[in-house]
């Protein structure tokens, strides 16, 4: 763009303050000004005793400058000294490109592309080359000087600045170091809390078990204690309506009946507690044996055919092959189904009661499905978890005229879990009730793992 012969001292000086003029016509700031003008001051003295030197500016990439370029170019000379290259590496970046005879220097600044588009700059830097004038040694001082001074202001100005971002970050410092304290005072505060609160709960959890160790040691003291005179009242009403016993009038007959019947449901019910006690506790001994499932089909028909007369209910039952058993604990099944089957018989106005056995033959996992299901009034859909809990029993029309105690369903879910199966139930109002059991065979290889998992002896 523009290219200057060095020649003289004068030309050195004259260099230097075209430099820093183009620097700030190209948006340089000070620093970076003051920064080129002293690294091509220092080259061009370096270089004044060469031949042929020649200083040129030009701006790169022409159609885009991105950065000023100024190249020193000499045909004959010594080369230059590497304190003044590395002098002027340290301001700008400086590239040394040795010849045969002479060599170039070429000094790269680049430009802010915010500074204005390409014919702007090109523009602006030709009006300052363009008018380029002599300097003196004088005038060269002059400028150091001024230059000094600003660089020194400017330095003032950011040693402040400094300063001041110091103290903000000392403050900062200080409401950080103020809220970790706080922070930390609060969450051993909440620390303290949670340890409180977990040696209350401990403390809850404590009084429940022993709670529920009081429950079951009531119950199955009360158990013992209501079942002696209640096989008292059952023998004697036995008794009396024994064929050998004197002639009772019609009445005293009833009513001896009456005694009888009484004391076999209170019986029955008696038993059932102390059970669920067992359970409860873990002392309900599982005494698995091969269980022929004719047999309980026929006995399950036989003890709710004649407890139930009611010929708007059909009482319907499986036809099991001779072959299919089932390896449990008898008496704890029979108590299930029992069970069961007595809330579907109670629930269920008219229809049927159906019981359906399945038994699925897999030699990996043995099990034996019963089904128990009813055309009754149902369950509403909020009370479907409630009914498994214990003396639970669901209000309103579903109890009219329906006795209970509220343990058949959880006492029955209870034996299933205790023999390592389970009991679900699903029921529509209006619809019926579907209850399924599924049991395990307890054959050879699993007695012992049931057990062990259910807490039996």
């Given at each position: 763009?523009?290219s ?16 820093q ?5 190209l948006?340089l ?27 040129s ?62 014919d702007?700059?090109?523009a ?7 008018g ?37 970050l ?6 950080v ?5 706080e ?51 059952v ?40 059970d ?7 002392h ?7 269980v ?20 708007r ?24 189904l ?12 008219r229809?049927?009661v ?33 009914v ?41 109002v ?8 599924r ?9 012992k793992?049931?057990?062990?998992r259910?807490?039996g002896?």
């Open positions: 763009m523009a200057f012969v060095l020649s003289s001292a004068q030309d050195v000086f004259g260099l230097r303050r075209s430099a003029q183009a620097a700030a016509a948006s700031d000070r620093q970076d000004q003051v920064r080129l003008a002293t690294a091509l001051s220092e080259l061009g003295r370096d270089r004044l005793a060469c031949r042929g030197l020649e200083v500016f030009s701006l790169v990439p022409p159609g885009r400058p991105s950065s000023l370029l100024v190249t020193f170019a000499w045909t004959g000379g010594p080369p230059p000294a590497r304190e003044t290259l590395d002098l002027a590496g340290k301001l700008v970046r400086t590239e040394h490109e040795p010849g045969p005879t002479g060599g170039r220097i070429v000094v790269t600044q680049p430009l802010d592309v915010s500074a204005g588009s390409a702007e700059q090109y602006r830097l030709a009006e300052v080359l363009k380029r004038t002599s300097s003196t040694e004088a005038d060269d001082l002059r400028a150091q000087t001024r230059d000094l001074i600003a660089t020194l202001e400017e330095t003032r100005a950011q040693r402040e600045e400094l300063r001041r971002l110091n103290e903000e000392e403050e900062t410092n200080r409401g170091l103020a809220l970790y304290s922070l930390t005072q609060e969450l051993e505060t909440t620390n303290s809390g949670v340890l409180a609160l977990h040696t209350e709960l401990e403390d809850k959890r404590q009084q429940l078990q022993e709670a529920s160790e009081s429950k079951t040691r009531f119950w199955t003291n009360i158990s013992h204690e209501l079942r002696t005179p209640v096989n008292s009242v023998a004697l009403s036995t008794l009396l309506l024994a064929p050998s016993s004197p002639a009772l009038t019609d009445e005293q007959r009833e009513q001896v009946g009456l005694i009888a019947s009484s004391g076999h449901t209170m019986l029955s019910l008696v038993s059932d507690l102390l669920v006690a067992k359970a409860e506790a873990g309900l001994d599982i005494q698995p044996e091969p022929d499932l004719r047999l309980l089909v026929a006995h399950l028909s036989g003890l709710f055919l004649s407890g139930h007369g009611d010929d209910i059909t009482f319907v039952t499986p036809r099991v092959e001779q072959q299919q058993s089932l390896v449990t604990d008898e008496t704890l099944l029979v108590r299930i029992r069970n069961v089957l007595s809330n579907a018989l109670k629930f269920t106005e229809g049927e159906r019981l359906d056995i399945t038994v699925a033959p897999e030699p990996s996992a043995p099990e034996a499905v019963f089904t128990v299901t009813d055309t009754g009034i149902g369950i509403p859909p909020e009370e479907l978890e409630r498994f809990e214990v003396f639970y029993q669901v209000r309103g029309p579903h109890q009219q005229g329906r006795p209970g105690t509220g343990l058949g369903l959880p006492y029955a879910r209870t034996l299933a879990e205790l023999l390592g199966g389970s009991l679900t139930l699903t029921s529509t209006g619809a019926g009730t579907r209850v399924e059991v049991l395990p065979d307890l054959g050879p290889g699993h007695t793992e049931t057990r062990n259910k807490g002896p």
